[in-house]
């Protein structure tokens, strides 16, 4: 059974940092690119960050935000510093794989608020 549980959302002030952790299981971890989206109230979700072969960066969070991940822990993060009020949104993670075997997975997303 696939799960994808992400965790570390809060309320933070501006210039705070976070990190978002993503915890996946029951997929074979490393064969999948894995991503973070985001979704403000009243926008559409945008992709945030990327890794899988190679790591993008939405232009707005670029210098500021950090994703990684663990193999061994089948774990993605996000590592968000200068945080912003526009970067108030949910974030969820997204594990997705091409081809033959195409499947895509998401979280239930966790809530990042920035304010004062």
């Known amino acids: 059974q696939v799960q994808i549980v992400e965790s570390g959302g809060g309320l933070v002030q501006p210039g705070g940092s976070l990190r978002l952790s993503c915890a996946a299981s029951g997929f074979t971890f490393s064969m999948y690119a894995m991503s973070w989206y985001r979704q403000a109230p009243g926008k559409e979700r945008e992709l945030v960050a990327s890794?899988?072969?190679?790591?993008s960066y939405a232009d707005s969070v670029k210098g500021r935000f950090t994703i990684s991940t663990d193999n061994a822990k089948s774990t993605v993060y996000l590592q968000m510093n200068s945080l912003k009020p526009e970067d108030t949104a949910v974030y969820y993670c997204?594990?997705?794989?091409?081809?033959?075997?195409?499947?895509?997975?998401w979280g239930q997303g966790t809530q990042v608020t920035v304010s004062s």
């Open positions: 890794v899988g072969g190679s790591t």
């Open positions: 997204n594990a997705r794989r091409m081809g033959l075997f195409a499947s895509n997975y």
